[in-house]
């Protein structure tokens, strides 16, 4: 019962009133491995990393071919910076299940993750060369994605590498509009341009708004646009 209601709830965006009945759930059957994940998804989207690990390594304890667990625990270690152990783990998934939809989601992770300090040239270029590897499996493999298909990483570390990254933009691209058809840019009907004399809407969406650098970098931006022409949402 409260592994099924958590579950909804979670879906309806309650976090805390799910986690709650997780660890009720938990309480009266501390063998739910499906709790222990979840659990620790809601903690991770909380950025809450550190109480999350142990919650996946519980799952993993109890059933170590828990796909799910491997990559959700490889994702919140690379939100942590901890490169080495993130691949460790999304192989580790990929050995339990090699081949269907959670498999593809875990190698488009190991395509993008990179390290955020390199340890040296030879890294960069190893972890460069899995990316374009792993991109190219998958797109010989007609692997699709939904666009609300959330993935843990970006191109955002090719930059600070200090190489030539047109080739690899390039491959990115491509397989974004070859995997995820819905991101495919595509001519706005007329109706739904604003017209004279109405605000355009703007919309920006972003995780990292809240109590990080990015979201300072760009607050005298969004405070600055003229509100006369656009209507602004956060």
Known sequence: YHLSLATVLAGLGQSPEAAAHYTLALQFDPTLTQAYNNLGNLLSQENRHSEAIPLYKKALQLNPKMTLAHYNLGNTLQHMGDYENALYYYQKGLDCLPDND??????????????????????????????????????????????????????????????????????????????????????????IYPRRGERIQLGICSSLLHQHTIGKLYQGLIDHLDRHRFEVWL
């Open 102 to 191: 959670i498999a593809n989601m875990i190698k488009v992770q190991l395509a993008l993750a990179q390290p955020a300090i390199p340890g040296s040239q030879a890294q960069i270029n190893q972890a460069r060369t899995r990316t374009v590897l792993l991109l190219k499996e998958l797109l010989a493999a007609k692997a699709q994605f939904a666009a609300n298909q959330a993935f843990n990483s970006a191109n955002f570390f090719f930059a600070y590498q200090g190489m030539n990254n047109r080739d690899l933009q390039q491959v990115l691209a491509k397989f974004w509009l070859i995997t995820c058809p819905e991101l495919r840019p595509r001519e706005l009907p007329w109706e």
